[in-house]
């Protein structure tokens, strides 16, 4: 196994175990620990991530098409256990078949001639592959989330799937975020799903914190819909950035294209800051010119007159080819990231931008129960220690949004996943907790959790996996 000893002109290419497909569950009762966890840590990270990249012969294409694996690790009295369980789906059944039969992100079904005229004008079947996220569903269940309206329910504690839930409601829509926001004046679930038809819309909806109704608090239309991977909250808006990443809806309803194929960078168009009122539903918006793209906000909040949106902005919608495997696996150059701050006048009717801090940052994380939604200093991610994309992500970042100041935490060879900012309890400094991220250490071709001070942003601990845990996306901490 290669690690990070690439010349200028060598691709890196050490952190492919990454992409490699896990077929091992496991539970392990104490993973060896160094270090020592500080004692108040106690309760679950609970992980979600690709983690099958073929189906027999055939092979995913892209990052996002993996099929997802739960990843566990309980935390008490300085001790971490681990499990890791894939969600079963059918997609997941056909696939360990040697079948594709589901549209994924960037795949869909191989479908004979016979077959592919026969559906020509009805889409594949979407995929109940949920590799995206996790959130708590009440009644201690966790529901694993990807980007079309459905969850699957499964147990936080033996991982096992417990099945898929939908609503009984008039909602509907195509697709929707797996980054759903908790309200932060009433703990309210909030996410939006985009509906296509002849006038599209994205449609904003709330769900009390008691119960499993949706009410529909916003429909906006929209002719050309972006591609909105997530989206931002305050005490009093939802925000959506509708970046130039567009789709013609009929199009896409006949093109028999993979999902994201689909879309369209149509820089002309510009951006739009759509802003809606969480008591009222009204909808208010301003359109900047400047083009860009992001996949993760990483807060927002109202300044005076302004309303700030911070996101993980690229330049382009390149990001998305990036992450096709094999150009993954390759080593080719990626897109980097940059923390960007927009300042949002709804009044005047502009948007303002700067960049937050030079380090690159993506997979944002806050202390979220206590900032989401208001203002804030610290954000954590993952970020390139070259800066130039010429490495995967390979260091944990910590940002001031307010003085740009950055601390990083780097090892050669390693390759950290999306950091979990846990606050202390009776935290007074908006970082005093612990930084949990899952590592993958190419050279020893195994990962680890590792948790990190949040004020020094130093080690505090890390606990050995025995495996190599695929590059994931997001997960959850919840306290015991
Ligand atoms: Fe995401």
Redesign the pocket.
């Known amino acids: 196994m290669s690690t990070r000893t690439h010349s200028d002109d060598t691709p890196a290419t050490g952190f492919a175990r990454g992409f490699a497909s896990l077929e091992s569950e496991v539970e392990v009762a104490e993973l060896p620990v160094t270090g020592e966890l500080p004692e108040w840590l106690s309760g679950e990270l609970l992980r979600n991530g690709p983690a099958k990249f073929e189906a027999g012969r055939r092979r995913f294409r892209h990052w996002f098409d993996g099929q997802a694996m739960l990843h566990r690790f309980a935390i008490a009295d300085g001790r971490v256990a681990y499990r890791n369980r894939f969600l079963d789906s059918p997609a997941l059944r056909s696939a360990r078949d040697g079948r594709i039969r589901y549209a994924e992100f960037a795949t869909d079904p191989c479908r004979s001639l016979f077959a592919r005229l026969f559906t020509r004008f009805r889409r594949s079947e979407p995929s109940a592959n949920a590799c995206?996220?996790v959130v708590p569903n009440g009644d201690d269940t966790y529901a694993a989330l990807t980007e079309i309206p459905m969850a699957v329910d499964f147990d936080p504690h033996t991982l096992e799937t417990i099945g898929i839930s939908g609503y009984d409601d008039s909602i509907g829509g195509n697709v929707t975020t797996?980054?759903p926001h908790q309200a932060p004046r009433t703990g309210d679930l909030v996410n939006y799903v985009l509906r296509f038809s002849r006038q599209s819309e994205y449609r904003i909806y709330r769900q009390r914190p008691d119960g499993r109704t949706r009410e529909l608090l916003a429909s906006v239309p929209t002719d050309q819909p972006g591609y909105l991977?997530?989206f931002a909250i305050t005490e009093d808006h939802v925000v959506l950035v509708e970046f130039p990443f567009v789709v013609n809806p009929l199009a896409f309803l006949l093109s028999g294209k993979p999902f994201i194929e689909n879309y369209r960078w149509r820089p002309e168009l510009g951006t739009r800051f759509i802003v809606i009122g969480l008591d009222d539903g009204s909808v208010r918006s301003v359109r900047t010119e400047e083009a860009f793209f992001a996949?993760?906000h990483i807060n927002s909040y109202v300044d005076g007159g302004e309303l700030v949106v911070d996101v993980c902005a690229y330049p382009d919608s390149g990001v998305v080819d990036s992450f096709y495997l094999d150009r993954l696996r390759s080593g080719a150059r990626m897109p980097v990231p940059a923390p960007m701050r927009y300042r949002v006048d709804l009044d005047a009717g502009t948007a303002r931008s700067h960049r937050l801090a030079e380090e690159p940052l993506e997979l944002p994380g806050i202390s979220y129960g206590h900032r989401n939604g208001r203002p804030y200093r610290c954000a954590y991610g993952v970020g390139m220690r070259g800066h130039d994309g010429r490495d995967f992500l390979d260091q944990l970042v910590k940002i001031d949004v307010e003085d740009g100041r950055s601390s990083t935490w780097y090892e050669g060879g390693c390759y950290p996943g999306e950091p979990v900012f846990v606050p202390a309890p009776e935290a007074e400094a908006e970082d005093d907790g612990a930084v949990l991220s899952v590592v993958l250490d190419s050279a020893a071709g195994r990962s680890f959790m590792l948790a990190l001070d949040g004020r020094s942003f130093t080690e505090i601990a890390r606990a050995e996996v025995p495996h190599a845990i695929p590059f994931g996306?997001?997960g959850q901490f919840s306290s015991r």
């Open positions: 995206v996220n797996a980054h991977h997530s996949f993760h996306f997001h």
